[in-house]
T-cell receptor
């Protein structure tokens, strides 16, 4: 069974902390994505990556950075967490080529910043 | 902004077909229609996609009108586990991502 896993389902951090959210996929997909989901706002793309060491800004990259050192792993970093980053974070991956928009999502990490 | 319009909610009896409509009147010739769903507390799940022909897979059928301005997702025999928010997305076929999810339709399957 294909899988996208995220390091934590729930996370509570304090304002100003550095936060790492990890995502791993076992499908050998080239594309990986980080979204956040907020009530009334739907899913919004933060960053995505087409390949190892490559990254592209999405719609709301401010306050976030990413790292893709290995093909299967895509990390989202909150350099200094703030309360407005409290959200559900979703990682996804897809195959480059015929169905790039068939994205496989992880279960999500619900982050609370106090 | 999402390019699609969906009803906010629908009910369906268990075992019946669920027909979920989506309007996408501004769709262009090289844009596909994708459907995803999100069960409570889970990540979205891909269901099906199409360009202009009707499509069927093990989960659902997708009917696209001839003018491509609307489509219907059909779950032939809805179960309680199909209760979810269903999203219709229009996206360029060459895109490598950035799915724009609108508000979707909350489908409630009732026993």
């Amino acid at each position: 069974d294909v899988k996208v896993t995220q390091s934590s389902r729930y996370l509570v951090k304090r304002t100003g902390e550095k936060v790492f959210l990890e995502c791993v996929q076992d499908m050998d997909h080239e594309n990986m994505f980080w979204y956040r989901q907020d009530p009334g706002l739907g899913l919004r793309l933060i960053y995505f990556s087409y390949d190892v060491k490559m990254k592209e800004k999405g719609d709301i990259p401010e306050g976030y950075s990413v790292s893709r050192e290995k093909k299967e792993r895509f990390s989202l970093i909150l350099e200094s967490a703030s309360t407005n980053q409290t959200s559900m974070y979703l990682c996804a991956s897809s195959l480059r080529g015929s169905s790039p928009n068939e994205q496989f999502f992880g279960p999500g990490t619900r982050l609370t910043v106090l | 902004d999402a390019k699609t319009t969906q009803p906010p909610s629908m009910d369906c009896a268990e075992g019946r077909a669920a027909n979920l409509p989506c309007n996408h009147s501004t769709i262009s010739g090289n844009e596909y229609v994708y459907w995803y769903r999100q069960i409570h507390s889970q990540g979205p799940q891909y269901i099906i996609h199409g360009l202009k022909n009707n499509e069927t897979n093990e989960m659902a059928s997708l009917i696209i009108t001839e003018d491509r301005k609307s489509s219907t997702l059909i779950l032939p025999h809805a179960t309680l586990r199909d209760t979810a928010v269903y999203y219709c997305i229009v996206i360029w076929g060459g895109s490598q991502g950035n799915l724009i999810f609108g508000k979707g339709t909350k489908l409630s399957v009732k026993p």
